[in-house]
């Protein structure tokens, strides 16, 4: 089972950009489907992108499609989160997590998650 640790999260103005991190421990990290969510205070957490074990693909909810991009390194055995266009609607705590299956987008799907990183949109 892999640990995961996210990074790169902050404070950024409405159409900036940051690049979420999520490096795990461990040797089978290319074994699995990664995603990330994200959670706002009040609501629930919600699916943002997937990206299968090959690396070759990817999903993403409607509402960071064509903003977002996700992409791993199964050599450096992280994952990333490319994130433009910022709106104060992506403000939440984002998440990596490992899943034994492609293509989930259930948080019930994944069995291992990170510690979550803070990203805040101003307006």
Same mark, same amino acid.
């Given at each position: 089972q892999v640990q995961l640790v996210e990074s790169g999260g902050g404070l950024v103005q409405a159409g900036g950009s940051l690049r979420l &991190?999520?490096? /795990? *421990?461990?040797? %089978?990290?290319? *074994? @699995?489907? #990664?995603?990330?969510?994200?959670?706002?205070?009040? +609501?629930? =957490?919600?699916?943002? *992108?997937?990206?299968?074990?090959s690396g070759g693909v990817t999903l993403y909810a409607d509402s960071v499609k064509g903003r977002?991009?996700? &992409? =791993?390194?199964?050599? +450096?055995? %992280?994952?990333?989160?490319? #994130?433009?266009s910022l709106k104060p609607e992506d %403000? /939440?705590?984002?998440?990596?997590?490992? *899943?034994? @299956?492609a293509f989930a987008k259930s948080p019930a799907m994944y069995n291992t998650w990170g510690q979550g990183t803070q990203v805040t949109v101003s307006s």
């Open positions: &991190s999520c490096a /795990a *421990s461990g040797r %089978t990290f290319s *074994s @699995y489907a #990664m995603g990330w969510f994200r959670q706002a205070p009040g +609501k629930e =957490r919600e699916f943002v *992108s997937n990206i299968d074990r977002f991009t996700v &992409s =791993r390194d199964n050599v +450096k055995n %992280t994952v990333y989160l490319q #994130m433009n %403000t /939440a705590v984002y998440y990596c997590a490992a *899943s034994y @299956y």
